[in-house]
T-cell receptor, first 114, second 115 residues
Framework: SQQGEEDPQALSIQEGENATMNCSYK?????LQWYRQNSGRGLVHLIL?????REKHSGRLRVTLDTSKKSSSLLITASRAADTASYFC??????????????FGQGTTLQVKP | GAVVSQHPSWVICKSGTSVKIECRSL??????MFWYRQFPKQSLMLMAT?????????EQGVEKDKFLINHASLTLSTLTVTSAHPEDSSFYIC???????????FGNGTRLTVT
């Protein structure tokens, strides 16, 4: 399977702490994206990092990409209870003509306790 | 921002009946939409790529006669689960791009329960 793997599968932290989630993938990619899913809802795009980028920031989010290790991490700083959700990484394959066809990781369920 | 609307949000049907799920791009045109299936506490599994004006491209292992996809306009794709069985019960989600290479915009999903 080309599907990526994420760890940890579940993470529980206190409000104010940082949360780090990791994603590994198997094939060469054009870009890697992170999405958030609240329970029973659709996914919301958080951030996209291209294969030639190593780090990207967006508000309290920091994403890194190491193409040599085929891995990425998502750091959420100063977490809030509202950050409680599942987080998925998704990869867009290199040379794919279908730029919307993403391979999703297994997801990390984050619980932020108030 | 780009909005994708999915309807219904939940549906209960009896075994043997068919169910249609709609996915609409509200403020942009989508030549391509995507349909996924998600089991509880699991990841999204891509079922098919819906192409406006042509046949959908199904992923390996997905029965095209079971899951009928129609993309008749640039703002609407439909997924019909035919002759539904309890094992078809799942969370179905659609997504679309508002331009090539952009991130995906997702609908809020449809919870299908087949009794």
């Amino acid at each position: 399977s080309q599907q990526g793997e994420e760890d940890p599968q579940a993470l529980s932290i206190q409000e104010g702490e940082n949360a780090t989630m990791n994603c590994s993938y198997k094939t060469s990619i054009n870009n890697l994206q992170w999405y958030r899913q609240n329970s029973g809802r659709g996914l919301v795009h958080l951030i996209l990092i291209r294969s030639n980028e190593r780090e990207k920031h967006s508000g309290r989010l920091r994403v890194t990409l190491d193409t040599s290790k085929k891995s990425s991490s998502l750091l959420i700083t100063a977490s809030r209870a509202a950050d409680t959700a599942s987080y998925f990484c998704a990869t867009a394959l290199l040379y794919s003509s279908n730029t919307g066809k993403l391979i999703f990781g297994q997801g990390t369920t984050l619980q932020v306790k108030p | 921002g780009a909005v994708v609307s999915q309807h219904p949000s939940w549906v209960i049907c009896k075994s043997g009946t068919s169910v249609k799920i709609e996915c609409r791009s509200l403020d942009f045109q989508a030549t391509t939409m995507f349909w996924y299936r998600q089991f509880p506490k699991q990841s999204l599994m891509l079922m098919a790529t819906s192409n406006e004006g042509s046949k959908a491209t199904y992923e390996q292992g997905v029965e095209k006669d079971k899951f009928l996809i129609n993309h008749a306009s640039l703002t609407l794709s439909t997924l019909t689960v035919t002759s539904a069985h309890p094992e078809d019960s799942s969370f179905y989600i659609c997504s679309a791009q508002d331009r090539v290479g952009s991130p995906l915009h997702f609908g809020n999903g449809t919870r299908l329960t087949v009794t």
